[in-house]
C-alpha cells in the first residue's frame, strides 16, 4: 500500500485558517487522496477526498499539488471543535473494498 | 438518521472469555469492516465484508472472528487466542457501489481485558 508521511501534531489559533500537510511521494496515477478526521473517543469522519483537482466542500478544502507528490487540507476558519486528529489515506480507484489504511495522522491543536 | 451504532460504549472482560461487539447499520450499505486502534496510533483492519455471507480477514485477523448473516449487522467476536484484545474497537460501513463512497464510522467499543 502506497504511504503518506503527516506530522505528528500542529498548533492553530481560534478563528485562524489551518493548514495540515501530506506527502505520498509514491501515489499512483490511480490513488485518490482521502482525508478524515476523528475527534476524542469518536469514530473517524470523512472530510473530503480528490484525484488531481483542488476540492471544496462545506468542512475544508484540499489542494493538490501537480506532480501529486503531495497535497493540503485547508481548514478555512479554525474552531476548537475542529480539534481532532487528521488522517490523509491513498486510495486506489480499482479497489471496490474500500481497504483504506489509517497511519498515525497529525494531531491538530486549537488554541483560544 | 441513518448511522452505525456500536454497542456497548464500553466492555469489561477477564482473561480467556471470549466476547463479542456488536455493530449495526441502517444505511443500506453492503460493505461493512472492523477496524482496531491502540492509543496513540492508527486504525488497522481486522475483517471485512463485501456482501451478505462474506468476508476477508484484513491486516490483523488472528484471534477475531467475524459473521455476516444480515446486511445490517457484523458482530466481531474477540477470542481468548487474541495476545492483547485491550483496544478501541471501531466498526464501519460504506456503499459497495459507489467508488470512493466515504466510509461511515461507529463511535466505537473500548474493551478492556484484564
Known amino acids: 500500500d502506497a504511504k503518506t508521511t503527516q506530522p505528528n501534531s500542529m498548533e492553530s489559533n481560534e478563528e485562524e485558517p489551518v493548514h495540515l500537510p501530506c506527502n505520498h511521494s509514491?501515489?499512483?496515477?490511480?490513488?485518490?487522496i482521502h482525508w478524515y478526521r476523528q475527534l476524542p473517543s469518536q469514530g473517524p469522519e470523512y472530510v473530503i477526498h480528490g484525484l488531481t483537482s483542488n476540492v471544496n466542500n462545506r468542512m475544508a478544502s484540499l489542494a493538490i499539488a501537480e506532480d501529486r507528490k503531495s497535497s493540503t487540507l485547508i481548514l478555512h476558519r479554525a474552531t476548537l471543535r475542529d480539534a481532532a486528529v487528521y488522517y490523509c489515506i491513498l486510495r486506489p480507484t480499482e479497489e471496490y473494498g474500500n481497504k483504506l489504511v489509517f497511519g498515525a495522522g497529525t494531531i491538530l491543536r486549537v488554541k483560544s | 438518521d441513518g448511522g452505525i451504532t456500536q454497542s456497548p460504549k464500553y466492555l469489561f472482560r477477564k482473561e480467556g472469555q471470549n466476547v463479542t461487539l456488536s455493530c449495526e447499520q441502517n444505511l443500506n450499505h453492503d460493505a461493512m469492516y472492523w477496524y482496531r486502534q491502540d492509543p496513540g496510533q492508527g486504525l488497522r483492519l481486522i475483517y471485512y465484508?463485501?456482501?451478505?455471507?462474506?468476508?476477508q480477514k484484513g491486516d490483523i485477523a488472528e484471534g477475531y472472528s467475524v459473521s455476516r448473516e444480515k446486511k445490517e449487522s457484523f458482530p466481531l467476536t474477540v477470542t481468548s487466542a487474541q495476545k492483547n484484545p485491550t483496544a478501541f474497537y471501531l466498526c464501519?460501513?460504506?456503499?459497495?457501489?459507489?467508488?470512493?463512497?466515504?466510509?461511515?464510522f461507529g463511535n466505537g467499543t473500548r474493551l478492556t481485558v484484564t
Open positions: 464501519a460501513s460504506s456503499d459497495q457501489g459507489r467508488r470512493n463512497s466515504p466510509l461511515h
Open positions: 509514491t501515489i499512483s496515477g490511480t490513488d485518490y
Open positions: 465484508s463485501q456482501i451478505v455471507n462474506d468476508f
